[in-house]
C-alpha cells in the first residue's frame, strides 16, 4: 500500500450514499480537532442533487449534493478521500468507480459482507495504481489518537470511548476482519508513528489469524517509539468446547497462538499497554493519554440537551447560494459590492452573479441589458399594464398596483418565452425539420410558442427581432437555436402572413445560443434553467420598469376611477 500520511487537517472526502448521524459526527469531530474547514467536501446520492445542511460546530453549513460519482469529483478535485456507505451489494462496483476516478486515493469501504473476490479486484486495482483500500467495514476520523480495529462495530464504540478521555481521533482505521483485508494492524501502526501529530496508538484486534504479531515484532524491534494501547478480544472462546466462528470470516479461533490471550501476552511483553479486560480498556486509554498533556477541546450540544442547558444550536431554515450579508460588505456570488461598483458592472452583470452565481462574459450581459430594454413596456392596452393602471386609479399603493399587472403574466401573455425556448430547444435537439416541428405541434393543438403577431407581419417585421438578431450575429459564436427559429418562422408564414417570430421566440431562442455558445454552462445546467423558468424572469424584470412607470404616470395624473372597467361588456342571451 501506499506510504506516508493519508490524511491531513486539510484533506477532504465525499461521502456516498448519504446517511446523516455518521456525516454530522465527522463534522463534530472536525471542530473537535480545530479544522477550519469541513472534511466532507460533498455527498454523492444517486438521483439527488442540491444542497444538505449539517452543524460545523456552531455554524450551519450547506453541503453540495451530487447524483454521481464523476460528477462529485469534477466538482470537488481537492477531495481525494471516498467514504463509501454502499450496501455490501453494490460497494464493490461504486468503490471500483471510485478508484478509477484520477483525483481519489483512498476509498474506504464501510459495509461488511462484501464477497472476497471483489474485494481482491479492488486490492489488486488499488496497488497497481498506488491507491489505498481501507476496509471493508471500516470509518475513519480525524484528531490526534491513532486508532486501528479490525471491526468495523466496534470501532464505533471505540471512537465514543477516545472521544471521551482524550481529545479525539486524529485518524482511525478498521480494516475489516475479512481473510484478506486491503491493509494490516501493523501496516497503520507503523504509519501513525511517523506522523508527528499522532501522539499516541490505539489498537484493538481479535482472536484468529496472526496480523497482531506482525505488531509484536514491531514493537520488539524499535519501530514504534510512541504509547501503543491495544487489545485483542475473543477471549471468552476458550469457554467454548469447539472451534467458535465469530462475526468475521477471519475471526475464528484456531491454534493457540490464534487465541485472544496468546496475543494480549505478546503484545504486553513487547510493550504495548494491555489491559485485563475488555473493561478496563477505556482505562487504559485514558491514562496514557493523560500522561501526553494534552487537553480535549469542548464540542458543541445539540439542541434536545442544549436547551436544558442554556446552549442551543438551532437549524435554519432557509439555504441561498447566491449573496451574503455578512462581513465587512454584502457580496453577489462571493464578489464584493464594492467590486461590482468600482469596476463597473452594469445591471447584466448584477443578474448574471444573482442568477447564474457566475461572471458571464460581457456581450451575454450586454445581451441580457438588451432585452430587458425592449421588454420593458408594450403601452397601456396589454392586460399587464391595464390592470396596473385600474389599480393605480382605484387608489392602491405603487405595489399592490405592480402585483396586480405582474400577476397577469402568463402563457398568453409575456410567458412565451420559456416555452419558445423549451420547444425549439427539443425540437433542435431531436433534429426535426421546421415541417416536422409545426406538424407535430398542430396535431398536438398546441401554438408554437415565440411564432404570431397581432400587428406584425411577414412584410411588417418587429424591429425588436431585428435587433436581437443583428446583435446575436455579431457578437455570439454561435446561433444556431436562432437560426433553427428562422427557419421555422419561414415556414409558418407559407402558412399565414402574421406567423412571424415574435419578439418572446427571438429571445428564448438566443438565450439557448446564449447559455449553449458561452461554454460556462453544462447541457444539464442549460436544461434546468429552461425549466425552472429563468428566462420568463427576464420578463418579469423588464416589464416591472414599465408597469412601475405606468403608476407613476396614473398617480400624477390623479384621473379617479370613475366607472368599473367591467361595465364595457357586450351582454347576451
Same mark, same amino acid.
Given at each position: 500500500?501506499?506510504?506516508?500520511?493519508?490524511?491531513?487537517?486539510?484533506?477532504?472526502?465525499?461521502?456516498?450514499?448519504?446517511?446523516?448521524?455518521?456525516?454530522?459526527?465527522?463534522?463534530?469531530?472536525?471542530?473537535?480537532?480545530?479544522?477550519?474547514?469541513?472534511?466532507?467536501?460533498?455527498?454523492?446520492?444517486?438521483?439527488?442533487?442540491?444542497?444538505?445542511?449539517?452543524? &460545523?460546530?456552531?455554524?450551519?453549513?450547506?453541503?453540495?449534493?451530487?447524483?454521481?460519482?464523476?460528477?462529485?469529483?469534477?466538482?470537488?478535485?481537492?477531495?481525494?478521500?471516498?467514504?463509501?456507505?454502499?450496501?455490501?451489494?453494490?460497494?464493490?462496483?461504486?468503490?471500483?468507480?471510485?478508484?478509477?476516478?484520477?483525483?481519489?486515493?483512498?476509498?474506504?469501504?464501510?459495509?461488511?459482507?462484501?464477497?472476497?473476490?471483489?474485494?481482491?479486484?479492488?486490492?489488486?486495482?488499488?496497488?497497481?495504481?498506488?491507491?489505498?483500500?481501507?476496509?471493508?467495514?471500516?470509518?475513519?476520523?480525524?484528531?490526534?489518537?491513532?486508532?486501528?480495529?479490525?471491526?468495523?462495530?466496534?470501532?464505533?464504540?471505540?471512537?465514543?470511548?477516545?472521544?471521551?478521555?482524550?481529545?479525539?481521533?486524529?485518524?482511525?482505521?478498521?480494516?475489516?476482519?475479512?481473510?484478506?483485508?486491503?491493509?494490516?494492524?501493523?501496516?497503520?501502526?507503523?504509519?501513525?508513528?511517523?506522523?508527528?501529530?499522532?501522539?499516541?496508538?490505539?489498537?484493538?484486534?481479535?482472536?484468529?489469524?496472526?496480523?497482531?504479531?506482525?505488531?509484536?515484532?514491531?514493537?520488539?524491534?524499535?519501530?514504534?517509539?510512541?504509547?501503543?494501547?491495544?487489545?485483542?478480544?475473543?477471549?471468552?472462546?476458550?469457554?467454548?468446547?469447539?472451534?467458535?466462528?465469530?462475526?468475521?470470516?477471519?475471526?475464528?479461533?484456531?491454534?493457540?497462538?490464534?487465541?485472544?490471550?496468546?496475543?494480549?501476552?505478546?503484545?504486553?511483553?513487547?510493550?504495548?499497554?494491555?489491559?485485563?479486560?475488555?473493561?478496563?480498556?477505556?482505562?487504559?486509554?485514558?491514562?496514557?493519554?493523560?500522561?501526553?498533556?494534552?487537553?480535549?477541546?469542548?464540542?458543541?450540544?445539540?439542541?434536545?440537551?442544549?436547551?436544558?442547558?442554556?446552549?442551543?444550536?438551532?437549524?435554519?431554515?432557509?439555504?441561498?447560494?447566491?449573496?451574503?450579508?455578512?462581513?465587512?460588505?454584502?457580496?453577489?456570488?462571493?464578489?464584493?459590492?464594492?467590486?461590482?461598483?468600482?469596476?463597473?458592472?452594469?445591471?447584466?452583470?448584477?443578474?448574471?452573479?444573482?442568477?447564474?452565481?457566475?461572471?458571464?462574459?460581457?456581450?451575454?450581459?450586454?445581451?441580457?441589458?438588451?432585452?430587458?430594454?425592449?421588454?420593458?413596456?408594450?403601452?397601456?392596452?396589454?392586460?399587464?399594464?391595464?390592470?396596473?393602471?385600474?389599480?393605480?386609479?382605484?387608489?392602491?399603493?405603487?405595489?399592490?398596483?405592480?402585483?396586480?399587472?405582474?400577476?397577469?403574466?402568463?402563457?398568453?401573455?409575456?410567458?412565451?418565452?420559456?416555452?419558445?425556448?423549451?420547444? &425549439?430547444?427539443?425540437?433542435?435537439?431531436?433534429?426535426?425539420?421546421?415541417?416536422?416541428?409545426?406538424?407535430?405541434?398542430?396535431?398536438?393543438?398546441?401554438?408554437?410558442?415565440?411564432?404570431?403577431?397581432?400587428?406584425?407581419?411577414?412584410?411588417?417585421?418587429?424591429?425588436?427581432?431585428?435587433?436581437?438578431?443583428?446583435?446575436?450575429?455579431?457578437?455570439?459564436?454561435?446561433?444556431?437555436?436562432?437560426?433553427?427559429?428562422?427557419?421555422?418562422?419561414?415556414?409558418?408564414?407559407?402558412?399565414?402572413?402574421?406567423?412571424?417570430?415574435?419578439?418572446?421566440?427571438?429571445?428564448?431562442?438566443?438565450?439557448?445560443?446564449?447559455?449553449?455558445?458561452?461554454?460556462?454552462?453544462?447541457?444539464?445546467?442549460?436544461?434546468?434553467?429552461?425549466?425552472?423558468?429563468?428566462?420568463?424572469?427576464?420578463?418579469?424584470?423588464?416589464?416591472?420598469?414599465?408597469?412601475?412607470?405606468?403608476?407613476?404616470?396614473?398617480?400624477?395624473?390623479?384621473?379617479?376611477?370613475?366607472?368599473?372597467?367591467?361595465?364595457?361588456?357586450?351582454?347576451?342571451?
Amino acid at each position: 500500500m501506499a506510504t506516508g500520511q493519508l490524511f491531513s487537517k486539510t484533506t477532504q472526502a465525499l461521502f456516498y450514499n448519504y446517511k446523516q448521524l455518521p456525516i454530522q459526527r465527522m463534522l463534530d469531530f472536525d471542530f473537535l480537532c480545530g479544522r477550519e474547514t469541513p472534511s466532507v467536501a460533498g455527498i454523492i446520492n444517486p438521483g439527488a442533487e442540491g444542497f444538505q445542511k449539517l452543524f &460545523f460546530g456552531q455554524e450551519e453549513i450547506a453541503i453540495p449534493v451530487h447524483s454521481a460519482i464523476e460528477a462529485a469529483c469534477a466538482a470537488h478535485p481537492t477531495a481525494d478521500v471516498f467514504i463509501n456507505f454502499a450496501s455490501f451489494r453494490s460497494a464493490a462496483a461504486s468503490s471500483m468507480a471510485a478508484l478509477k476516478q484520477p483525483t481519489i486515493r483512498v476509498v474506504a469501504i464501510i459495509a461488511e459482507g462484501v464477497p472476497e473476490s471483489d474485494t481482491k479486484q479492488l486490492i489488486a486495482y488499488a496497488k497497481a495504481n498506488n491507491k489505498v483500500v481501507i476496509g471493508p467495514a471500516t470509518l475513519y476520523r480525524p484528531g490526534s489518537v491513532g486508532f486501528v480495529s479490525k471491526s468495523g462495530g466496534m470501532s464505533n464504540e471505540l471512537y465514543n470511548t477516545v472521544a471521551r478521555v482524550t481529545d479525539g481521533i486524529y485518524e482511525g482505521i478498521a480494516i475489516g476482519g475479512d481473510v484478506f483485508p486491503g491493509s494490516t494492524l501493523s501496516d497503520h501502526v507503523l504509519r501513525f508513528n511517523n506522523i508527528p501529530q499522532v501522539k499516541m496508538m490505539v489498537v484493538l484486534g481479535e482472536l484468529g489469524g496472526r496480523d497482531e504479531y506482525s505488531l509484536v515484532e514491531a514493537l520488539k524491534q524499535g519501530k514504534i517509539n510512541k504509547p501503543v494501547v491495544a487489545w485483542v478480544s475473543g477471549t471468552c472462546a476458550r469457554l467454548f468446547k469447539s472451534e467458535v466462528q465469530f462475526g468475521h470470516a477471519g475471526a475464528k479461533s484456531g491454534g493457540e497462538m490464534e487465541s485472544a490471550q496468546a496475543k494480549n501476552q505478546a503484545l504486553g511483553e513487547a510493550g504495548a499497554v494491555v489491559p485485563t479486560s475488555y473493561e478496563a480498556f477505556e482505562t487504559a486509554i485514558k491514562e496514557t493519554f493523560e500522561k501526553l498533556e494534552v487537553k480535549p477541546p469542548q464540542i458543541p450540544e445539540d439542541l434536545h440537551t442544549a436547551i436544558k442547558s442554556g446552549k442551543v444550536r438551532a437549524p435554519t431554515h432557509i439555504i441561498s447560494t447566491i449573496s451574503d450579508d455578512r462581513g465587512e460588505e454584502p457580496c453577489y456570488a462571493g464578489v464584493p459590492m464594492s467590486s461590482i461598483v468600482e469596476q463597473g458592472y452594469g445591471v447584466g452583470d448584477v443578474i448574471s452573479l444573482l442568477w447564474f452565481k457566475r461572471s458571464l462574459p460581457r456581450y451575454c450581459t450586454h445581451f441580457i441589458e438588451i432585452c430587458i430594454m425592449l421588454c420593458a413596456d408594450h403601452g397601456p392596452c396589454v392586460s399587464g399594464a391595464h390592470n396596473t393602471i385600474v389599480t393605480a386609479r382605484a387608489g392602491k399603493d405603487l405595489v399592490s398596483s405592480l402585483v396586480s399587472g405582474l400577476l397577469t403574466i402568463g402563457p398568453r401573455f409575456g410567458g412565451a418565452i420559456d416555452d419558445a425556448a423549451r420547444y &425549439f430547444k427539443d425540437a433542435y435537439d431531436r433534429g426535426l425539420t421546421p415541417y416536422e416541428f409545426v406538424e407535430s405541434m398542430k396535431k398536438k393543438g398546441i401554438r408554437v410558442p415565440g411564432i404570431g403577431h397581432r400587428i406584425k407581419r411577414g412584410d411588417n417585421r418587429d424591429k425588436r427581432v431585428e435587433l436581437l438578431q443583428r446583435f446575436a450575429r455579431t457578437h455570439f459564436p454561435s446561433v444556431k437555436y436562432m437560426e433553427y427559429a428562422v427557419q421555422v418562422e419561414t415556414y409558418t408564414l407559407s402558412k399565414a402572413n402574421n406567423l412571424v417570430l415574435n419578439v418572446d421566440g427571438a429571445i428564448g431562442s438566443l438565450f439557448l445560443d446564449l447559455l449553449a455558445g458561452s461554454g460556462m454552462f453544462t447541457k444539464q445546467e442549460i436544461d434546468e434553467i429552461v425549466e425552472i423558468g429563468y428566462l420568463n424572469g427576464l420578463f418579469v424584470l423588464a416589464r416591472s420598469i414599465g408597469l412601475i412607470g405606468h403608476t407613476f404616470d396614473q398617480k400624477r395624473l390623479k384621473q379617479p376611477l370613475y366607472r368599473h372597467p367591467w361595465e364595457d361588456v357586450l351582454y347576451t342571451k
